[in-house]
């Protein structure tokens, strides 16, 4: 059967996750303007390989990087809409210590901060500390072991049972690591970490689809647009091996996601008896479970090529 929803969203009940920081915010300003003399009196700026210059890319880069979700905004979707916690379908941590490879590291250090959330967000408290020591590990290889210290650790130790508590550290270690990686000149590590995040959270979304709710199957419709979102982030590299396998990969899932079918339609605000302000309009989404299934097996691939 072919599902079409049209949005409509209460706007006092929009859902919480919508406005949480973004786990990968971006900090860098704009650069300097341009004095009004006139061009002649403008300093030169020096292009980048492409021909953008440095601040252009770094507006376009944090536009891009803003749309594609944290994954303690994707755990806490898949919570909202009715998703059991299920363990078996995490990134063993033993496996961590097989990724010697910068990007093997970054990969798996967003699908690792992906369990983290989803553990989190579930109230699995020790597993989500144990997560916590596994992105460490990761993070020494990459140069950055210093941001998830022992203080830190024992710090979400003695908050483990408290899961805001656990939400704050987790959303400021992530902040503190991209911060890190742009003054190393890395921000391509930030880019292949957003996309182990996204398809881990893609991944544990469509483990369970016959059992899943409505709201659940039309969320994961809706990746399709944040999939666009993160090819674009990718593309707003200068090329290397592993952002173009990478960008290979997601090329040939936006393919299969070729199957949902999204209509942009202008949203419209009307009041409600009770005083809800419902927005309606926005994109018409229309897909299938086959579609579905064929997003889950394509989603599953991917993450076991950087997993296994």
């Known amino acids: 059967m072919r599902r079409a929803f049209d949005r409509k969203t209460p706007q006092r009940l929009a859902p919480v996750w919508m406005a949480l920081p973004l786990l990968f915010l971006f900090g860098c300003g704009e650069g300097p303007q341009a004095d009004e003399g ?12 492409e021909g953008m210059m440095p601040a252009r890319r770094q507006k376009a880069f944090k536009k891009i990087f803003h749309a594609v979700p944290s994954p303690i905004e994707t755990a806490l979707l898949l919570e909202r809409s009715g998703i059991r916690f299920d363990a078996n379908a995490l990134n063993p941590i ?21 369990d983290l959330s989803y553990s989190v967000i579930f109230n699995q408290n020790q597993q989500s500390v144990d997560y916590l020591n596994t992105c460490r590990r990761l993070c020494d290889g ?20 408290v899961r805001d508590s656990l939400v704050q550290i987790v959303t400021e270690t992530f902040y503190d690591l991209n911060a890190r990686f742009r ?5 391509e590590v930030s880019g292949l970490m957003a996309a182990g995040g996204w398809i881990e959270g893609v991944y544990l979304g469509t483990r369970n ?11 994961i419709a809706e990746q399709k647009m944040t999939l666009d979102n993160l090819i674009g982030l990718i593309d707003s590299y200068p090329p290397t091996g592993a952002l173009t396998r990478m960008k290979r990969l ?3 899932l936006e393919s299969v996601y070729a199957n949902v079918k999204i209509t942009y339609n202008e949203a419209a605000a009307t009041a409600a008896e ?6 309606s309009g926005g994109p018409d989404v229309q897909f299938d479970d086959a579609a579905l299934e064929e997003i889950a097996n394509a989603v599953a691939k991917i993450r076991n090529l950087y997993t296994q």
């Open 250 to 252: 997601l090329s040939r």
């Open 38 to 49: 006139g061009a002649e009196d403008a300093p030169q700026v020096e292009m980048d390989a």
């Open 183 to 187: 003054e190393n000149g890395m921000e």
């Open 94 to 114: 033993d496996k961590a210590m097989g990724y010697s490879t910068t990007a093997s590291q970054a990969v798996n250090l967003g699908i690792y901060a992906g």
């Open 142 to 161: 990459l140069g950055v072991g210093d941001l998830i210290d022992g203080d830190l650790i024992e710090r979400a130790n003695s908050n483990r049972d």
């Open 274 to 279: 009770d005083g809800t302000v419902v927005i």
């Open 209 to 219: 689809l016959a059992s899943s709710t409505e709201d659940l199957k039309l969320r």
